[in-house]
């Protein structure tokens, strides 16, 4: 061998190395740990110790030292077949019983032996010196069954692409990738090629390479990890993924949106920003999938957009912290719906009541208001009667007329305050806005005084309150008009970020005791069925004072 071919030997047994240490290294990194990708491999591994022996066996100076290195290469030559045919059953997903797997490997371990064994029967090398070598027969039987189980793994391959016509492509080159090493092979073997070195393993080494990235390269990628991570940079809500070091590891362009955060940040600061950065309301914790418990809050952001943080921690198996994860979900336009949705249901609402009490309106001025003017109408004939024959010198009954004055006096204030009640039931509360119901209904009022004022702001959030503060108000003004004997009233409304405060006092008589009959029971009935509370203070000659509290 002269030097030239020695040092192209060597290099193409270092290239097979270096592509075999690549490869595995690479699908250590990146490919999906399932059992197709274990036995390709193991492949790797089984060609480098075959390849490796080879650099060394130009300085072999003895026997011993020959049989040595062939020991070692032997190793990878006695398992690449089953170890191929392994591969190829797998990435067919052929199905497999452990048992026939245990007998491939067996006959490779087997020969592998017989190998070892070889000076006690020389059945594997007839001769076996340092620079002549004579196969025997256990070593073809060897060398047939690997290439029975290289062949077995393309006819594999072969019958999985035949079900796929599309792959033509794909089958041609991996039936060349296993191809090419078993013919370089057979042509060392049969001293065809009378080269004096063996060249499969460069050949075995350069097709499963080539075979890797023109065919494995998106079989055997984790495609779970890079979905991942194209699914976490399209989402819209923000993920941040923090270990137990308190480090982020993982943050989507949302999360960077939203709280400015990039991987290798301190998690607890990050938290801390988001809890101090605006004010927070509370949001219920939810029970996630198995053990993992999510507590979150609502963010309100200066913008007045809100951001709806879920933190998810994962424990351990003795109950500690070990890693979370915390999603960013921005809900405005979540509440923007929910506000709209209760604007409408309100409004239906407040249209059902107005239709409602308007029909009742109707029935009692038709009934009530019909009766009562008829009587009006009969007493002032009666009196007209009355004072006419008393005229024509007639003796009348004065008692008796003096109780048809008072009657017709009764039936006109009847009238007149069932014709106000009447046109304040039709009117209701249209107003959107509470403190708008509020002056309203104070404005309609002539027989007192009563002073309105308004603490904080009004606003269309507030509505679906204005019905119930409405009615409230009017019954206590009723209340005050009927029983007081009061001058004057003052009413303040107060309207906060979580409820409404309706504060009434007048400067009426009062009353030792209170005691609650409709117009009182009415109020505390809408105010409780609002979720909110209601307080009457009161005593003799301190006027009377009612106090609501309305939840948002």
């Not at 193991?42 to 026997?63: G, H, K």
């Not at 020389?122 to 076996?128: A, K, M, N, T, V």
């Amino acid at each position: 061998m002269t030097a030239m071919t020695e040092i192209l030997l060597h290099t193409a047994y270092l290239g097979a190395i270096g592509f075999c240490f690549g490869t595995f290294g690479w699908m250590m990194l990146k490919a999906e740990k399932n059992h197709t990708a274990k036995a390709f491999m193991m492949c790797q591994i089984l060609i480098i110790i075959w390849c490796l022996p080879q650099l060394f066996l130009t300085f072999a100076d003895s026997r011993e030292m020959k049989y040595a290195l062939y020991g070692i290469s032997y190793i990878g030559i006695s398992f690449i077949g089953p170890c191929w045919l392994m591969f190829s059953r797998f990435y067919c997903r052929r199905e497999t019983a452990p048992q026939a797997w245990a007998g491939l490997f067996g006959i490779g371990l087997f020969d592998y032996g017989m190998f070892l064994s070889n000076g006690f029967h020389h059945l594997f090398y007839r001769i076996f010196e340092l620079n002549q070598t004579v196969y025997g027969p256990a070593f073809y039987f060897h060398m047939a069954y690997t290439y029975i189980c290289v062949i077995l793994g393309m006819a594999a391959v072969l019958g999985n692409f035949r079900k796929n016509p599309d792959d033509k492509g794909y089958a041609a080159v991996m039936l060349a990738a296993a191809a090419v090493p078993l013919v370089f092979n057979m042509l060392y073997l049969s001293q065809t090629i009378k080269s004096g070195f063996d060249l499969t393993p460069p050949m075995f080494a350069l097709s499963s390479f080539l075979m890797l990235l023109a065919v494995f390269r998106y079989d055997f990628l984790d495609i779970d990890v890079v979905a991942s991570r194209q699914v976490f940079a399209s989402i819209g809500e923000g993920v941040i993924i923090y270990n137990r070091r308190g480090k982020v590891t993982c943050c989507n362009d949302a999360a960077c949106k939203y709280v400015q955060v990039k991987n290798g940040d301190d998690y607890n600061r990050v938290w801390e920003r988001l809890c101090k950065g605006a004010s927070l309301q509370e949001d219920s914790p939810v029970k996630a999938a198995g053990p993992v418990l999510s507590a979150g809050f609502i963010l309100e952001l200066p913008d007045n957009r809100k951001l709806q943080v879920k933190k998810y921690p994962l424990s351990g198996r003795r109950g500690q912290e070990k890693a979370g994860v915390l999603v960013i979900t921005d809900v405005g336009e979540y509440y923007e719906l929910l506000r709209r949705s209760r604007e409408l249901a309100d409004s239906r609402q407040r249209l059902a009541i107005e239709q409602e009490r308007n029909r009742i309106a109707q029935e009692v001025h038709d009934t009530t208001g019909h009766a009562l003017t008829m009587i009006q109408s009969l007493i002032k004939l009666i009196r007209i009667r009355y004072e006419s024959q008393q005229e024509q010198g007639r003796e009348a009954d004065r008692e008796i007329l003096e109780y048809m004055r008072q009657a017709q006096d009764l039936a006109v204030s009847g009238i007149r305050q069932l014709r106000w009640s009447i046109n304040h039931m039709r009117q209701g509360c249209g107003c959107q806005l509470v403190s708008q119901g509020v002056y309203q209904l104070a404005g309609s009022v002539k027989e007192t005084d009563i002073e309105v004022e308004i603490q904080g702001e009004d606003g269309p959030e507030y509505s679906h309150l204005s019905h119930i503060v409405y009615q409230c108000l009017r019954e206590a003004i009723t209340n005050c008009l009927k029983y007081a004997k009061a001058s004057h009233m003052d009413v303040i409304v107060k309207f906060e970020k979580a409820s409404v405060s309706v504060y009434m006092f007048d400067n009426g008589q009062g009353c030792p005791s209170i005691e609650e009959h409709n117009g009182l029971l009415g109020i505390r009935r809408r105010v409780t069925d609002a979720g909110g509370n209601v307080r009457y203070l009161s005593a003799e000659g301190e006027g009377f004072q009612i106090f609501l509290e309305l939840p948002v």
